[in-house]
């Protein structure tokens, strides 16, 4: 029996990525293109088994988790597929193929820009 390989997604190029999205909302209003990526990466997160895929993988000890480690989240191994290319496809995870394994990881800076999109600026 052979199997074969599937390519992965390309990661998206660094200024479509949610690092390089958006300064605080309540900095200024977004412009309609910085709207358009900042729904992309909340829509892919809007779905629970999307938030939690996406937590077990930024909160697994060393910020990279094994497809194998992820999958018990109450659906089919091709739905958590589907579900962790979305992510992919937002900019939210990115991966790397180990033998016949995948191991997914949360950039630092993909937390860093959620958490700077959503802080309140200091008022003085």
């Known amino acids: 029996m052979t199997t074969k390989a599937l390519p992965l997604p390309l990661p998206l190029p660094p200024s479509e990525t949610p690092a390089a999205?958006?300064?605080?909302?309540?900095?200024?209003?977004?412009?309609?293109?910085?709207a358009e990526r900042t729904a992309i990466m909340f829509k892919a997160l809007g779905d629970p088994v999307r938030l939690r895929l996406f937590s077990l993988v930024a909160s697994h000890e060393g910020g990279e988790a094994c497809v194998c480690d992820i999958s018990d989240v109450g659906v089919s191994q091709p739905t958590v597929s589907h579900h962790l290319k979305k992510l992919r496809e937002a900019g939210l995870l990115s991966s790397e193929r180990r033998g016949t394994w995948v191991y997914y990881r949360v950039e630092p800076s993909v937390l860093a820009a959620m958490?700077?999109?959503?802080?309140?600026?200091?008022?003085a």
Do not use: D, M, N, Q
Request: proline content about 13%.
């Open 21 to 34: 999205c958006c300064p605080p909302l309540s900095e200024r209003p977004l412009t309609a293109e910085e």
């Open 115 to 123: 958490g700077r999109l959503l802080t309140h600026a200091a008022t």
